[in-house]
């Protein structure tokens, strides 16, 4: 680096530094912008939240990285407004107890901005419709519960400030999530939504704390693993069945499947990289393995009883395993049996056997010659046997006293043994050890209907939603266990509700809506006797309250809320006239019993998420299935002008019973969305329609726009949407300029190179065409690149500077040293569209030893056509300083000529001498030689590359002209 460039690079770095300290000492220079949000507006003026005169608190969220202290004001329609003041929590930025007299169309706006720089400031507006008081409505009320129950369960989420959030324990936060999810509020939201990040992060929380698992097979339904891999993911990561379920359903309620399906989790544990379809796949294998198969495989464990007369043994098992037995038995004369402290004898029925010593603690307890042998009740002894393969063994127990005979027979009994990963198939009788339910924990001896409800409802979920199917064998076996432990008599025709974990126990209405969700999914029509008997028991009881029943229960509200949204109905009873609209009646129930605060209490217990429950019953929908929009394409490109037809056919429902009732286009998705603002698009920005036409003028370039598709449904009381996108290119006939500059260009250093784009000229300026193509544009900007680093029209004139002072057609500029580099001219037409020179005809060298004369010293002829010439040039040093070991090599020459030697070795050259290359004429020898050919056209010229030592330096430069300039 020469002394001049190191000065300007110190310089640059002292310069760097002292904007950093300036930076720090400003304080808040480098904040980002401030971003804002706030609460979600209703969708429709019917659904607005607000009622004349009636008190309500708004709020929002401000976020700015690395900003100061912040803060807010509220402004309203009405006139009123707050003074600035200091934001105490940015997540919850509120304005309490806000009133509005009038009714009609009002707004609360949000401005916050950063202390120290008000420039940095963010303002958002909740638009909302105020009813007259008197025209209120359950519709109003319910939103108005919606919007305070979401914003109660925000206050109380728990975020770690590392992405992830909470609302407790898996369940809780499951149920959290569903309440958001089930208004809107999912991973798919627009990132306008104040909700959309509480949602995500508690999606992560889920995924963090999931466990990815071995599965293996079931001894009921064989192989649970759908997808091959051999895992399942435990949601809940070890919890009850509650917390598994509640999460599976609320990660296939957070998106549709092509984004689950695009979506990859990034965690620390074994699921980091699975995309979130891919988990649930396996979250569905895990649920479907730990369906119960009636032999307590995964703990828990079953037990059977041995007995005869005075005697009791009691024998566990689990799986392939005896665990334990434990029991006594009575004898009056204990010397016939041998005496005392003898041996509890058991043969396993697989050919092996087992003793273990009775403890004499009761020997002489009735009498000198009585006893009461036992095991497992005066002292603690394992008891313990492993079978290699299932099935039903006969274990027979016997007793030998202490003498070693005689032996007495005790009891024998049969065990039913699995072994891990073996198939024995089950059918109807295994149900009445709990197969095809779910209990509290995997694969125990009993089934549990107010477990198996949350376990069916994320399967059920999974299927609809995202296509997802479990072994065909889960569902048989379910269908067992739902047709024995349904309570009433079938053949009596008295089949009412479920039983918690059979016929006969706890026969409530808790249960009710849980036996109609799995009897759906168990693949029963509304029509069969034991959907029936629910449904008559639902209406039957209708109208109870608290305890066990239906209203004021949140256990039984959502059980029958979730079913009627899974079956599609609208009345509770057998028939459609019944006239029980459950829903109004459950909405006014819960507008009731909610809280000031927007919290519910725990109704009617066992609900503990009582608020994130009641939020999600108010909903339209349970795991909503919303339309999908489809607009087309890909189309192909147009010309501006040209009309295209859009076509929104390929739009559909996922819900076989809506259908789509509007096509709203959006065709420039730049410039907003007209329905977030307008009733009705404006001419030329949108239309209404399945098949609408578009066109387009010509901006001077081609421009990309999205068209934006809507799409809504039929869905009462609040319609479900869905948009999506198109791109449609238009072509301009605006054509880019043509930059035209004088070079290439050669000087010596420290000499003024003039760079001129003047001759550059624009297609469309009417000064070069006519016609139509004549779009009235010219060239507006001329830019250079001069020292070959990329960047233009340099502040620091390392691009040159204008001739005439603010125009840069025409710039100059000195090179410091000898070098060889590439120039650029880029030039801007008036709509924006560029063209930059080539580097072919641009190119910059800078040296000091040029070329003079041309001689040819001598001429061989070769054949008719070709000559071999030794060429002479004349060098000279047109520099300050002497040019040593210098090399002078010919790179180029005109098309008819053939470098055949092209290397002169100079030596040193002092400041202004001259040096000749050598050529004899005699001898022929030269230093250059070319082979000539008269067939050719002579074209192109002469270039040479000169290496050379400089002040103490080295230099290359390439393309050196073949005359000094």
């Known amino acids: 680096m020469d002394a001049k460039r190191m000065d300007i690079s110190i310089w640059s770095r002292w310069w760097l530094c002292v904007a950093f300290m300036l930076a720090a000492l400003a304080g808040n220079a480098w904040a980002d912008p401030v971003q804002l949000w706030v609460q979600p507006s209703g969708n429709t003026f019917a659904n607005a939240y607000a009622l004349q005169g009636e008190s309500r608190d708004y709020f929002g969220r401000a976020e700015c990285n690395a900003c100061g202290a912040l803060e807010f004001k509220w402004e309203f329609s009405d006139g009123t407004s707050t003074a600035f003041a200091g934001v105490g929590d940015p997540r919850y930025i509120d304005y309490a107890g806000k009133t509005f007299a009038a009714a009609g169309t009002q707004w609360a706006r949000l401005t916050v901005r950063e202390a120290a720089n008000t420039a940095n400031t963010a303002t958002a507006q909740i638009d909302l419709q105020v009813i007259a008081a008197g025209g209120d409505s359950l519709n109003r009320q319910k939103n108005s519960a919606i919007d305070r129950g979401l914003r109660n369960l925000y206050q109380g989420e728990n975020d770690d400030g590392a992405g992830s959030s909470n609302w407790g324990d898996t369940g809780h936060t499951g149920m959290a999530l569903i309440a958001f999810e089930n208004h809107g509020h999912n991973l798919q939201a627009p990132d306008s939504d104040l909700y959309k990040r509480t949602v995500r992060q508690g999606i992560q929380s889920l995924l963090n704390n999931a466990a990815l698992v071995d599965i293996n097979n079931q001894r009921c339904i064989g192989n649970p693993d759908t997808n091959g891999n051999g895992k399942g993911v435990d949601l809940g990561n070890g919890n009850i069945i509650y917390h598994p379920s509640i999460a599976l359903l609320a990660l296939v309620n957070s998106a549709d499947q092509a984004f689950a399906q695009s979506y990859v989790a990034a965690t620390s544990t074994a699921l980091n990289g699975m995309t979130l379809f891919d988990i649930v796949v396996d979250a569905t294998d895990w649920l479907a393995w730990a369906q119960s198969d009636g032999n307590g495989n995964n703990g828990g464990g079953s037990s059977v009883f041995c007995s005869a007369p005075e005697f009791g043994f009691s024998i566990y098992y689990s799986g392939s395993d005896i665990t334990n037995a434990a029991g006594y038995f009575y004898s009056g004369d204990i010397a016939s049996l041998g005496g005392c402290s003898g041996n509890f004898d058991f043969d396993w029925g697989d050919g092996s056997t087992s003793s273990y010593a009775d403890s004499g603690t009761y020997c002489g307890y009735s009498g000198p010659n009585t006893a009461y042998p036992e ?29 070693g005979t005689p032996t007495t027979a005790l009891c ?27 209990s509290y924990t995997p694969n125990e001896a009993r089934g549990d209907n107010s477990l198996t409800q949350w376990a069916v409802l994320g399967l059920s979920e999974a299927k609809n939603r995202w296509g997802i199917d479990v072994n065909p064998k889960v569902i048989e076996q379910l269908g067992h266990w739902l047709a024995w432990s349904q309570c009433g008599d079938a053949t009596a025709g008295t089949l009412n509700t479920f039983g918690y974990d059979g016929p006969g126990s706890w026969c409530n209405y808790q249960k009710a809506g849980a036996g109609l ?29 608290g305890g066990d029943w239906n209203m004021d229960n949140l256990y039984s509200m959502y059980g029958m809320y979730k079913a009627m949204k899974v079956m599609g109905r609208t009345d509770v009873g057998s028939t459609p006239t019944t006239g029980q609209g459950w829903e109004a009646q459950y909405d006014q129930n819960l507008i009731n019993t909610q809280y000031g605060d927007g919290s519910w209490p725990n109704l009617g217990g066992w609900m503990y998420p009582s608020t994130a429950a009641a939020v999600a019953i108010l909903a339209p929908e349970v795991a909503s299935l919303p339309p999908v929009a489809n607009a087309g394409g890909p189309y192909p490109t147009i010309n501006a002008g040209q009309v295209l037809a859009l076509n929104g056919g390929n739009s559909y429902h996922q819900d076989p019973a809506k259908h789509i009732v509007l096509w709203q286009w959006d065709f420039d998705a730049s410039n907003g969305l007209w329905w977030d603002t307008l009733p009705a698009p404006p001419a030329g920005e949108g239309a209404v329609g399945l098949t609408p036409s578009v066109s387009y003028p010509d901006v001077g370039h081609d421009q990309a726009y999205a068209v934006t598709l809507r799409v809504i449904d039929d869905t009462a009381p609040t319609p479900l949407t869905d948009t999506d996108t198109a791109t449609v290119n238009v072509a301009s006939g605006n054509v880019a300029p043509v930059p035209v500059t004088n070079g290439p260009w050669s000087g010596l250093p420290n000499t003024d190179i003039v760079f001129d784009g003047s001759a550059s000229y624009d297609p469309n300026d009417p000064a070069h065409c006519s016609g139509a193509s004549c779009l009235g544009d010219s060239i507006v900007s001329y830019k250079w690149d001069l020292d070959g680093d990329g960047l233009f029209n340099e502040a620091n004139g390392d691009d ?34 560029s063209a930059t020179s080539t580097d072919s005809l641009n190119v910059i060298s800078i040296a000091i030893v040029y070329g003079q004369a041309y001689e040819s010293c001598y001429r061989v002829r070769l054949n008719r056509f070709q000559d071999l010439l030794g060429l002479r040039v004349l060098f000279q040093n047109q520099g300050t300083g002497a040019a040593s070991n210098l090399v002078m090599t010919l790179t180029s020459a005109p098309s008819n000529l053939t470098i055949v030697d092209g290397v002169a070795n100079l030596g040193n050259l002092a400041a202004g001498a001259q040096v000749t290359t050598l050529c004899d004429a005699a001898a022929q020898p030269a230093d250059l030689v070319l082979r000539a050919d008269r067939r050719i056209a002579p074209t192109g010229g002469w270039l040479w590359t000169a290496d050379f030592d400089f002040n103490g330096s080295h230099y290359t430069v390439n393309n050196i002209p073949p005359l000094a300039p």
């Open 375 to 403: 095991l497992n009740y005066a002292t603690s002894t394992t008891v313990n046997h492993t079978y290699a393969t299932g099935g039903n063994y006969t274990v027979a127990m016997s007793y030998t006293g202490a003498s």
């Open 412 to 438: 024998s009994v049969d065990v039913p043994i699995t072994v891990s990963g073996e198939v024995t198939s089950c059918g109807a009788a295994d149900a009445q050890n709990g197969a095809g339910g779910w």
């Open 517 to 545: 969700i799995m009897l759906k999914y168990a693949g029963k029509p509304e029509s069969d006797p034991a959907v029936q008997g629910v449904l008559n028991y639902a209406m039957d009881n209708w109208n109870t309250f």
């Open 800 to 833: 040159g500077v204008p001739v005439v002072a603010g125009d840069f057609k025409k710039v100059k500029k000195q090179y410091p040293a000898p070098t060889s580099l590439s120039a650029k001219l880029r030039v801007t037409d008036s709509n924006g569209v």
